[in-house]
């Protein structure tokens, strides 16, 4: 990201988008700042973490690291890996004379951190979800300083300071909506929903959508859908918005997510915190359903405060399409349907104060460098 001579600023994270894009975003306001610092990522080795740095040309390495898990097995993988990442790390660490780590959360956090510990390389805490994993957890016991971009209900006083969500400037809707179709493929004049899993996808909603544009068609006249199915196969979402007649842009991810926000009168989407931040700051009433594999739901704490302000709509993903139909289906169909619903809940976003996150913790950050 720059290309300074004053030692770099290590960003630890990875295994999903929703680490990596808020790295990405302090990491602009860094280069803004003070050019004279490097940085560089220190991520997991899961394909999503490569394809995002590489297409923002970020200096980027992975290092190895597997998710904690009290099975035999993958406790014995985790352990290795934990032994192998420390080693990477501290290699890295050295080789880019670090003067920070800036730890974003996920288990590739967990070795670059215990490298930083052993280096005396300080560590600035991250927390990017509303409860903090628990990565972030062992983290903060050794961290300088800890922010985080929400309030943590489970544990009040976890950060010194809420800052907000780190939004990429790519995120952010920089195009008049017509504009942003017409780049986008669609047709300029059309409403348009926005269905997204975030960086992985999300089944269900996919098999959401199938089932919705066969049960409810009448509710997408005069819409078309720009669905971002992930790893999902296109092929049969397509083919059912076709036989429905639903005029749709299918496809599995977009970087520049600004364009989908921009694009967008009403959203679909995972209560990550990332993708919660996104569609509040480009104003785009959206109905979140909360990964439904944590056992803890712990997404519904991201999307909370949002509607309960009104905001947004918070439905359970109940994973069956039929069931869902019931819950996000029917929310659904109740704010393509309503206008005056929709329209208030955007004009209430607009309202909304801006926070200027990335430039917030790039300031702390490269203070923190300065000093070490």
């Known amino acids: 990201m720059s290309a300074g ?5 290590v960003f630890a994270g990875g295994g999903t988008g929703g680490h990596i894009s808020p790295g990405i975003a302090i990491a602009e306001e860094v ?3 003070a050019p004279n610092f490097r940085c560089v990522f220190a991520c997991s080795t899961r394909a999503v973490d490569a394809r995002m740095l590489a297409h923002v040309g ?5 290092i190895s690291a597997e998710g904690f898990s009290l099975a035999p097995r993958r406790l014995l993988r985790c352990m290795r ?3 192998a990442g420390r080693r990477e790390a501290r290699e890295l660490l050295e080789a880019r004379r670090a003067r920070l780590v800036v730890s974003l959360g996920g288990f590739v956090t967990a070795p670059v951190s215990a490298a930083a510990r052993s280096l005396g390389v300080p560590l600035l805490l991250v927390n990017l979800d509303a409860t903090p994993g628990k990565a972030n957890r062992m983290v903060a016991r050794h961290a300088a ?10 544990i009040p006083r976890f950060a010194e300071r809420i800052v907000g969500m780190p939004i990429r400037r790519v995120a952010c ?6 504009d942003a179709r017409r ?4 047709e300029p004049g059309l409403r348009t929903l926005l269905v997204t899993g975030a960086s992985q996808g999300a089944a269900s909603l996919n098999d959401l959508l199938l089932h919705l544009v066969r049960e409810a068609r009448p509710a997408f006249g005069g819409w078309q859908v720009l669905h971002l199915v992930g790893q999902s196969d296109a092929a049969p979402i397509e083919r059912a918005y076709r036989e429905a007649g639903v005029r749709a842009a299918v496809v599995p991810f977009i970087h520049e997510m600004g364009l989908a926000w921009g694009a967008a009168d009403l959203a679909l989407s995972r209560a990550g915190a990332n993708s919660v931040a996104e569609a509040i700051v480009n104003d785009v009433p959206t109905i979140f359903a909360p990964y439904p594999y944590h056992r803890d739901l712990h997404q519904r704490h991201n999307a909370e405060p949002y509607a309960r302000d009104g905001v947004a709509v918070l439905a359970d993903d109940l994973i069956d399409p039929v069931r869902n139909m019931s819950t996000l289906g029917a929310a659904l169909v109740e704010l393509m349907t309503v206008d005056a619903r929709r329209e208030s809940m955007r004009a209430a976003l607009a309202a909304r ?3 200027g996150a990335a430039r917030a913790v790039a300031e702390i950050a490269v203070g923190m460098a300065t000093r070490a």
């Open 183 to 186: 780049r986008l493929g669609l």
């Open 5 to 9: 001579d004053e030692g770099a600023i």
């Open 353 to 355: 104060p801006r926070e």
């Open 81 to 83: 890996a934990y032994v």
């Open 173 to 178: 809707a920089s195009l008049a909506p017509a």
């Open 58 to 62: 970020a200096d980027f390495v992975p």
């Open 31 to 33: 280069a803004a700042l």
């Open 145 to 154: 300083r800890i922010l985080s971009a929400c309030p943590t209900p489970s």
